[in-house]
């Protein structure tokens, strides 16, 4: 989710990419920088000082020696590399003559660099990014143009990317490509400019066009050039677009939250990039543990707070199932008083998004001065927990910024599921073939998270029949038992309705004295171990009298006979169901507190991390 923006032909090249990426900062990042072809030569300047970094740009770009003509500009939210000045982009080749800024992941990264490395490239970053330029670099050395230099150097990168190029070479040439990254191109007279979202461009472009992947951009003064990786001629489509600049922040959405809940699939498939090797195995470089000592684990603590709380329930399943070792998950918030039995051969994972809940990081300080190995899961890179844990592992799920946790807990419970195989992989309780097939399943996980948003519109009428509605119950069985838990703490989150969640089995053990007509009942019906037993539970709340919603396997019509609504999503694995059978749920919050007239993005009386105890 970082920002790039680019430009050629602008006497005012430096004040727009400040500008524009100061339009960007609603992506959220960690660093920025930009660079300016200038007098024969390529001046940087970079800031690695959180969302500050673009007001500290704003002050450096004052001291660029002289007019430039192009120019590139980057905010960069870390995934390889800690957030600092070194890693920040725009990134250069060996001797400066090549600058590049990049979003998105290189898969293939470390044996490009082990290659370039013998070659005799110096690497000065710790991203995977700068393998980039110097890949151009290798190819401008043997004759060709630039363009001609990004497009072989393309063709060597496993990933996905949106990058920019500039060079000493054609200081009025900027060069752009992209894969499964977004890429915006714009044209006005004597000026050509990009960037990664159209915000950037708002009011300084007369024509807006699409970049499709796998497609090369040329960028002079004026004209745009666009070609496939194989060099050949197109025609990029024009983009229309009639946002003001709030509403394109939000990606033409009416709030955070309905933009952060379109990228789940993305967020997913990032997390699941760079994750395994070409002979088939998993490999997690963030653990930092050698495969002897994930061996010899003998039990794995979750710890964990709100929606994370929620993936480690999910994890403790697919961890036990899989892996064969004990799995407990723990109230980050209660673990450290209770005594816990710990030693070095316990794994404690605390799972954080912003890697800074004060709970959790003392839970697992605790741990560590109990004697167990410590790993965090976060999507902060240099979070708190990230520099305190022995090993840890990122979800890629990009800034959020509404409140209520969506795309960041779907890439935890993706993150989790790889670490439960890595355990399989390296204790051998499970095959090859075994593990190869839960990872083809999570892969089709993206596809389906796009069927149940496809989907909005009828779950937003389910919603609207039961606006009047002011109690809800929601229960599951096995693993639809952590999926009601979220789908009760989104309903409270954002529409301050009363929502409860409870294993169904439980119901009949007090819970079942408030079922009444009028009571809304959410059971998740997806097919699981217990399926059958969870049909008696719906029937015993339909006898008296509640309004039953569930989730179902599409064509599951004896699920349906047993609703009075259904909310329907693909069939998949059922230990990674919980992926899809989230997503209904977070809409239909959503739509319920859009139809009380609450602010989705801020709910009241929350923050988005919590650093009090």
């Known amino acids: 989710m970082c920002g790039i923006v680019g430009a050629t032909g602008r006497p005012d090249v430096a004040e727009l990419l400040v500008e524009g990426l100061e339009r960007l900062e609603y992506r959220g990042y960690d660093s920025a920088g930009i660079v300016l072809a200038v007098e024969g030569a390529l001046w940087r300047t970079r800031a690695a000082d959180g969302t500050r970094s673009v007001a500290a740009l704003r002050e450096l770009v004052g001291s660029a020696p002289g007019p430039a003509v192009t120019g590139i500009g980057h905010t960069r939210w870390a995934t390889h590399g800690a957030p600092s000045v070194e890693n920040a982009h725009p990134l250069y080749d060996c001797f400066g003559r090549v600058a590049v800024v990049h979003n998105g992941i290189i898969e293939n990264h470390a044996e490009i660099q082990s290659s370039l490395e013998r070659s005799g490239h110096a690497m000065v970053s710790a991203t995977d990014t700068e393998v980039i330029a110097h890949l151009v670099e290798d190819k401008m050395a043997t004759g060709l143009p630039l363009a001609e230099a990004v497009r072989h150097a393309l063709l060597v990168v496993r990933g996905s990317f949106a990058v920019a190029v500039v060079s000493v ?245 993706v993150a989790l599921e790889l670490l439960a195989l890595t355990l399989a992989q390296v204790r051998k309780t499970r095959s090859a073939s075994e593990i190869a097939a839960a990872v083809d399943a999570l892969t089709r996980l993206p596809a389906g998270i796009d069927e149940v948003l496809a989907r909005a519109k009828e779950v937003d009428q389910v919603a609207e029949s039961l606006a009047g509605a002011s109690d809800f119950f929601y229960l599951g069985r096995n693993l639809g038992y952590p999926v009601a838990l979220e789908g009760a703490l989104k309903l409270k989150e954002l529409s301050y309705l009363h929502a409860e969640g409870y294993p169904a089995g439980e119901l009949k053990h007090g819970p079942i004295a408030l079922i009444e007509p009028g009571t809304v009942v959410v059971g998740i019906a997806t097919r699981n171990p217990l399926w059958e037993k969870f049909q008696s539970n719906v029937q015993e709340v339909r006898s008296r009298g509640a309004t039953v919603v569930l989730v179902a396997n599409d064509g599951d019509e004896a699920a349906a006979a047993l609703a009075d609504h259904v909310l329907w999503v693909p069939e998949s694995d059922p230990l990674l169901a919980p992926v899809l059978d989230i997503v209904p749920l977070q809409l239909f919050a959503y739509r319920l507190a859009r139809l009380r007239n609450l602010d989705v993005d801020r709910p009241r009386n929350l923050a988005k991390t919590v650093t009090v105890e």
């Open 169 to 413: 070479e054609e200081p009025e040439l900027l060069v752009a490509a992209r894969r499964n990254t977004p890429l915006v191109l714009g044209r006005s007279d004597g000026a050509s400019l990009l960037a990664s979202d159209i915000p950037a461009l708002l009011g300084r472009t007369e024509q807006l066009f699409v970049l499709a992947d796998d497609q090369v951009a040329e960028l002079r003064p004026g004209s745009i050039r666009v070609t496939s990786l194989a060099g050949a001629e197109l025609d990029p489509p024009a983009l229309s677009v009639d946002w003001d600049l709030a509403a394109a922040q939000k990606g033409g959405f009416e709030d955070f939250m309905s933009k952060e809940m379109r990228e789940q699939p993305r967020a997913v498939a990032d997390t699941l990039l760079d994750r395994w090797t070409p002979d088939g195995s998993l490999t997690l470089d963030e653990l930092c543990m050698t495969e002897d000592e994930l061996a010899q684990l003998t039990r794995v603590y979750l710890v964990a707070c709100g929606s994370s709380y929620h993936a480690g329930l999910v994890a403790k399943f697919a961890i036990e199932q899989w892996a064969a070792i004990p799995a407990e998950v723990e109230i980050a918030s209660e673990f450290r008083y209770r005594n816990p039995v710990l030693d070095p051969k316990a794994l404690a994972v605390g799972v954080s998004q912003s890697g800074e809940s004060l709970d959790t990081l003392l839970a697992l300080r605790e741990a560590r001065a109990r004697g167990a190995r410590v790993l965090g899961v976060t999507n902060v890179v240099d979070s708190s927990i990230a520099r305190e844990a022995d090993a840890v592992l990122y979800t890629r799920a990009g800034p959020e910024i509404c409140v209520a946790a969506t795309k960041t807990l779907l890439a935890q419970i």
